[in-house]
């Protein structure tokens, strides 16, 4: 699918009725959404570009994913998709700057298009290096956006773990914790994946600023890389945190496994002795156990049991294993 959008008063609006030969002149984003092969072939023909494949969108080597060919700047930046959910993951978009043009592939949906798409009539945005900076800053927020929630469910996390569990004596459910560490982890691994390509975009496209881009875009990409950079050293400290929480969880558990364990072994030790005493008096031999006539001698060998019980645990709270 193809839909192109051009400038208007306060922003861009969509152009209909259009084919992909033909596309306006006074389009300035052209967004190919999981094109056909005509669809790719007629708009590489009508713009003069070679818009990249799937395959070739999907490599990781950084001279396939951002270059220029004559006055055609190519970028490839990787972007988040179904971040609503517990499954996120990374998707490539492609970037094609003409000079006069944006023109995007993609394969999936992002948030960073809808966003973008919702703005874009109020956006202010006339040309497309403008189009281009201000896709870099959406996602630039919507990552930050990602790490904020993962550092308030790791801080849920963190209470559950420490506050709730040692303030109230309540069992904690650790094992769930162990999956909501698991899920922060994976969603903070994509956020920092996806940070350390907006840098390198951006470095890119910085670089290169004086060839495509105009004054004020080159002034906004300044200010979104320095932006990403932060956000990559808080993306570092929350995998740190991540890190320490779920040592943490598995201390915990371990701590309480070893309680249980340390319950069970006191107890058996404990019944040890009143054990031994029962197995002596439950023999039975009528010769050499004179227990066996004497009319105490049941009180007797309960009395024995009870007390060895008693001195053991005397002996472990004296030691203060207990």
């Known amino acids: 699918m193809i839909t192109a959008w051009k400038s208007a008063e306060k922003g861009l609006v969509p152009i209909t009725g259009f084919s992909p030969d033909a596309i306006p002149d006074d389009c300035i984003w052209l967004d190919l959404h999981e094109p056909t092969a005509e669809e790719k072939q007629a708009v590489n023909t009508a713009n003069g570009v070679d818009l990249p494949t799937f395959n070739e969108m999907s490599e990781i080597e950084t001279s396939n994913r951002l270059y220029r060919a004559g006055p055609v700047t190519y970028i490839t930046a990787t972007h988040l998709a179904d971040t609503q959910s517990d499954c996120a993951r990374i998707t490539a978009i492609a970037y094609v700057l003409t000079g006069k043009r944006l023109i995007t592939v993609r394969h999936e949906d992002s948030m960073v298009f809808k966003t973008f798409i919702e703005r874009a009539p109020k956006s202010g945005i006339t040309c497309a290096d403008n189009a281009f900076v201000t896709f870099m800053e959406i996602t630039t927020g919507l990552l930050a956006d990602l790490l904020e ?106 701590i309480d496994q070893n309680r249980v364990i340390k319950i069970f072994s006191i107890v058996a030790v404990i019944f040890m002795p009143p054990t031994l005493i029962a197995s002596i008096y439950g023999m039975n031999f009528k010769y050499g156990m004179y227990e066996l006539d004497w009319r105490l001698g049941y009180p007797y060998a309960l009395g024995m049991m009870v007390l060895s019980a008693v001195l053991t645990l005397w002996f472990f709270r004296s030691r203060r294993w207990v």
Do not use: P, Y
């Open 149 to 254: 929630h993962v550092n308030r469910e790791l801080e849920k996390v963190s209470n559950s773990v420490f506050r709730h569990h040692q303030k109230d004596g309540v069992e904690t459910r650790l094992q769930t914790v162990i999956l909501k560490i698991g899920t922060a982890a994976n969603l903070s691994g994509k956020v920092r994946e996806s940070l350390s390509d907006k840098v390198r975009v951006l470095l890119f496209a910085e670089n290169l600023a004086k060839e495509w881009a105009n004054q004020d875009a080159a002034t906004r990409l300044q200010v979104a890389l320095r932006d990403v950079q932060a956000l990559s050293d808080f993306a570092s400290f929350m995998e740190d945190k991540i890190s320490f929480l779920l040592d943490a969880t598995v201390g915990m558990i371990s």
